[in-house]
């Protein structure tokens, strides 16, 4: 199986988004207001942006990264229109095999299924979620109980919503969100 290094030159067309104004404070996520300031009170601040947002493009979907300064990732994952968006049916054995650690993830997915039984019926996007959150770990050395993740369904337009949460290090993010990519772009999904 493939395995992209971060490196090595994808098969995953790369894009620059240049936002229009300053990169490091578009679009930004607004802050949670703190219980104790009040409804009246409370201000929305805004976390800048640690990088200009990167984009790829893989046969799966259009992926975009968002790294911002309080350690959060965004990833937004517009699937392509003939792309699979459920891993019912695939293979994930060689998934498994390429990063054995996948198989000690927890998922709070409110059936009290182990993420290697939820692995089997998920989004695909689920599935970058936690290859992500393995690829993080492992490469950047730290626990994975360190590292937080979600993954939400925007309807219209339909895009997956991926947020990871304890990770500081943006162009390790970059890294290893194209070698997820490259790795799922290997999977008979
Ligand atoms: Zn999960």
């Known amino acids: 199986m493939r395995q992209g290094d971060g490196s090595s030159v994808s098969l995953l067309m790369r894009q620059k988004n240049r936002p229009p104004v300053s990169p490091l404070r578009a679009p930004g996520v607004p802050s949670p207001c703190l219980p104790s300031a009040g409804a ?6 805004y976390v800048p942006l640690t ?79 936690h290859v992500l959150i393995e690829l993080l ?17 925007d309807e219209a337009p339909r895009r997956y919503r991926i947020r990871i949460s304890g990770w500081d290090n943006a162009a390790q993010a970059e890294n290893s969100v194209e070698k997820a990519l490259l790795l799922l772009e290997d999977q008979e999904l």
């Open 40 to 45: 009246q009170q409370c201000v929305k601040l």
């Open 51 to 129: 990088h200009e947002p990167r984009t790829w493009t893989s046969r799966l979907a259009v992926v975009t990264l968002h790294s911002y300064a309080d350690g959060t990732l965004r990833l937004y994952y517009e699937p392509r229109p003939a792309a699979p968006q459920v891993t019912t049916g695939a293979d994930l054995a060689p998934l498994f095999a390429a990063l054995p650690g996948l198989r000690r993830h927890r998922c709070d997915n409110g059936r009290h299924q182990s993420f290697y039984d939820e692995a089997r019926h998920t989004e695909v996007a689920h599935l970058l979620e």
């Open 137 to 153: 770990a492992t490469d950047g050395g730290v626990a994975r109980s360190q590292i937080q993740g979600a993954t939400n369904l």
